[in-house]
């Protein structure tokens, strides 16, 4: 079942943490802004909503880089109940997609938490200050083919708060898997 995040909270502030990356670094999340913003994304590994994306997020992550916003994933996802996600699978999926950006573990899902993220994909895109601008959708592609000419949701989106440091009014969320979290105990 399909899982849908709420509508931007405009303004809200970043939070930052330190997580392990899968190039074998330690990354604190604030140091991968850019000068003109940051966008943080939670994806996991096994979706068909990240895997159909996936190729288009790296595009997006390259090309945003160039407007100085910049950019790191983080999965959450509980790893024993669903393996695919593993930290050691998860450095296979950066390295076999390319991923120009650091991919972070949030092993105990207190990034997540904090974040308030639903699905993956989850978007979160701040402006320099790190006040969120932008909670919406990649594209409208989903799980299917994108067509050349897709509308860029988040690069749009991001470009415009790159340069006003605002983002759209009108945001179309993104919808994915559900995050899968650790039972309670």
Request: one cysteine or more; hydrophobic letters at 40%.
């Amino acid at each position: 079942m399909a899982a849908v995040p709420p509508v931007c909270d405009f303004g809200w502030p970043a939070v930052d943490a330190t997580l392990p990356g899968t190039d074998g670094q330690t990354h604190r999340i604030f140091d991968e802004a850019g000068p003109n913003g940051l966008v943080v994304v939670f994806i996991c590994n096994h979706c068909p909503y990240v895997k159909a994306a996936i190729p288009r997020i790296v595009r997006d992550a390259k090309d945003l880089k160039a407007q100085g916003i910049g950019f790191v994933a983080i999965s959450a996802n509980d790893a024993a109940t669903y393996p695919e996600d593993s930290f050691d699978k998860m450095a296979v999926f950066a390295r076999e997609h390319g991923f120009p950006f650091p991919y972070l573990y949030d092993e105990d899902q207190s990034v997540a938490r904090a974040y308030d993220a639903v699905c993956t994909p989850d978007f979160f895109g701040f402006n320099k200050d790190l006040k969120l601008q932008y909670r919406g959708r990649l594209d409208a592609a989903r799980t299917g083919p994108a067509a050349p000419d897709l509308r860029r949701d988040l690069y749009e989106a991001m470009v415009q708060v790159a340069e006003t440091g605002k983002g759209p009014k009108e945001q179309i969320p993104s919808m994915g898997c559900s995050i899968k979290w650790k039972d309670a105990a």
